[in-house]
T-cell receptor, first 115, second 115 residues
Framework: GAVVSQHPSWVICKSGTSVKIECRSL??????MFWYRQFPKQSLMLMAT?????????EQGVEKDKFLINHASLTLSTLTVTSAHPEDSSFYIC???????????FGNGTRLTVT | GQQLNQSPQSMFIQEGEDVSMNCTSS?????WLWYKQDPGEGPVLLIA?????ELTSNGRLTAQFGITRKDSFLNISASIPSDVGIYFC???????????????FGKGTHLIIQP
């Protein structure tokens, strides 16, 4: 149980375009999901908390207009990278919890390359 | 803020050897989690620890929640090539303490197995 699916696993886009990444909890409901960014050989950097039915909360230094988050249902959160630039190229990962004190389960990540 | 010191940063070992890594902190944690991340994929939960002194195994992996609640270690016995990857520890104090996901991550241990 506790499977989190992320799609796409990789995407290449041109500078100035927008890219949407989906995160789904397949066998449980998640009122809260999290989005991370990871640079090569580094740990996960929390970007934002996605709250079902309400606005996302962003970590300091993360542009909310740049990284749009929508948590429309209890099993789906989306991250849209708007007007992507090469510096947005990175590995993006989502996670979700089954319950308040349960471990985080991560999606398989999305490799974004902006050309 | 809370910090987790994970060591070693990297390990070069021979196949068949045992591996040991640990995380320490100046803060007390209620939960310790160990994850493994393969290249280009999201972290996968290996072991979750909830009680001080708890010792839990998952196949060849064994992890312990330190008595002081400020540290945890992960051991891998008889390493095999597929053990290669990055291992992260994560500690949780309570939801909202640390990151919004309640977790503080170590910087990771890169395990490399030499032929």
């Amino acid at each position: 149980g506790a499977v989190v699916s992320q799609h796409p696993s990789w995407v290449i886009c041109k500078s100035g375009t927008s890219v949407k990444i989906e995160c789904r909890s397949l066998d449980f409901q998640a009122t809260t999901m999290f989005w991370y960014r990871q640079f090569p050989k580094q740990s996960l950097m929390l970007m934002a908390t996605s709250n079902e039915g309400s606005k996302a909360t962003y970590e300091q230094g993360v542009e909310k207009d740049k990284f749009l988050i929508n948590h429309a249902s209890l099993t789906l959160s989306t991250l849209t990278v708007t007007s992507a630039h090469p510096e947005d190229s990175s590995f993006y990962i989502c996670s979700a919890m089954q319950g308040r004190n349960s471990p985080l389960h991560f999606g398989n990540g999305t490799r974004l390359t902006v050309t | 803020g809370q910090q987790l010191n994970q060591s070693p940063q990297s390990m070069f070992i021979q196949e068949g050897e045992d591996v040991s890594m640990n995380c320490t902190s100046s803060s007390i944690f209620n939960t310790w989690l160990w994850y493994k991340q393969d290249p280009g994929e999201g972290p996968v939960l290996l072991i979750a620890l909830y009680k001080a002194g708890e010792l839990t195994s998952n196949g060849r992996l064994t992890a312990q929640f330190g008595i002081t609640r400020k540290d945890s270690f992960l051991n891998i016995s008889a390493s095999i090539p597929s053990d290669v990857g990055i291992y992260f520890c994560a500690g949780r104090q309570s939801i909202g303490v640390g990151g919004a996901d309640g977790l503080t991550f170590g910087k990771g241990t890169h395990l490399i197995i030499q032929p």
